[in-house]
């Protein structure tokens, strides 16, 4: 066993880069930067068209913080079960490895249907309100709206599909602890989709007024 486990080390100092880190995670670091770029400008977009929308309805209308909120503490809590994840691939741990992936996957897949929830009635209270559906083509706040936390609900739905590929792979035993590298680099890129949600919670909805 240690055999093995020196020989995967050695093997993982042969695809170091000359920073010391493995290259497939200075690729995800790279990927990461370029998407704060994507994020930065469509909140910054969001922010700067911010109370110009001639067309209701508006954020304080439609908005539920409460239920965001919960929706925000589930993504959160989604963090920590890919934290335990890594720990326990780390240690050897395949059993408790698949569990933990199962509930990151399980809690941000109960996140996105509160996405799918808040998205429906936001067009209903559209219809409500003004008789047009809460959609893209009616305002400067919805189309802004809609863009933004659309891509981001697609990351999340990049990642759980991510998260249960590798939940496979530990339930067939293909993926084991010398191949950790494979959970902590989709855990990099699940925190930061957990962090982009938490600056879009903040600049959408807590600032909404």
């Given at each position: 066993?240690?055999?093995a486990h020196?020989?995967?080390?050695?093997?993982?100092?042969?695809?170091?880069?000359?920073?010391?880190?493995?290259?497939?995670?200075?690729?995800?670091?790279?990927?990461?930067?370029?998407?704060?770029?994507?994020?930065?400008?469509?909140?910054?977009?969001?922010?700067?068209?911010?109370?110009?929308?001639?067309?209701?309805?508006?954020?304080?209308?439609?908005?539920?913080?409460p239920?965001?909120?919960?929706?925000?503490?589930?993504?959160?809590?989604?963090?920590?079960?890919?934290?335990?994840?890594?720990?326990?691939?780390?240690?050897?741990?395949?059993?408790?490895?698949?569990?933990?992936?199962?509930?990151?996957?399980?809690?941000?897949?109960?996140?996105?249907?509160?996405?799918?929830?808040?998205?429906?009635?936001?067009?209903?209270?559209?219809?409500?309100i003004?008789?047009?559906?809460?959609?893209?083509?009616?305002?400067?706040?919805?189309?802004?709206?809609?863009?933004?936390?659309?891509?981001?609900?697609?990351?999340?739905?990049?990642?759980v599909?991510?998260?249960l590929?590798?939940?496979?792979?530990v339930?067939?035993?293909?993926?084991?602890?010398?191949?950790?590298?494979?959970?902590e680099?989709?855990?990099?890129?699940?925190?930061?989709?957990?962090?982009?949600?938490?600056?879009?919670?903040?600049?959408?909805y807590?600032?909404?007024?």
């Amino acid at each position: 066993m240690q055999e093995a486990h020196a020989h995967a080390a050695v093997l993982d100092a042969g695809h170091t880069t000359t920073t010391g880190l493995n290259h497939r995670k200075l690729l995800m670091w790279t990927f990461l930067a370029s998407e704060c770029l994507f994020f930065g400008s469509l909140i910054a977009t969001y922010m700067s068209y911010r109370g110009r929308s001639l067309v209701g309805p508006y954020p304080a209308e439609v908005f539920d913080i409460p239920f965001t909120s919960v929706s925000t503490f589930v993504l959160l809590m989604s963090s920590l079960m890919m934290v335990l994840a890594l720990a326990a691939i780390q240690r050897g741990d395949q059993r408790r490895a698949a569990i933990w992936l199962m509930a990151t996957a399980l809690l941000g897949s109960l996140f996105l249907g509160g996405q799918y929830y808040e998205f429906t009635t936001f067009y209903r209270e559209g219809l409500a309100i003004n008789g047009q559906p809460f959609w893209l083509p009616w305002s400067l706040f919805s189309t802004t709206f809609f863009v933004l936390t659309g891509f981001h609900g697609t990351h999340v739905t990049i990642g759980v599909i991510w998260l249960l590929s590798l939940w496979i792979q530990v339930v067939r035993g293909e993926l084991k602890q010398e191949h950790s590298l494979h959970i902590e680099i989709a855990g990099l890129y699940w925190h930061f989709v957990d962090v982009v949600w938490i600056v879009i919670f903040t600049a959408v909805y807590l600032l909404h007024g």
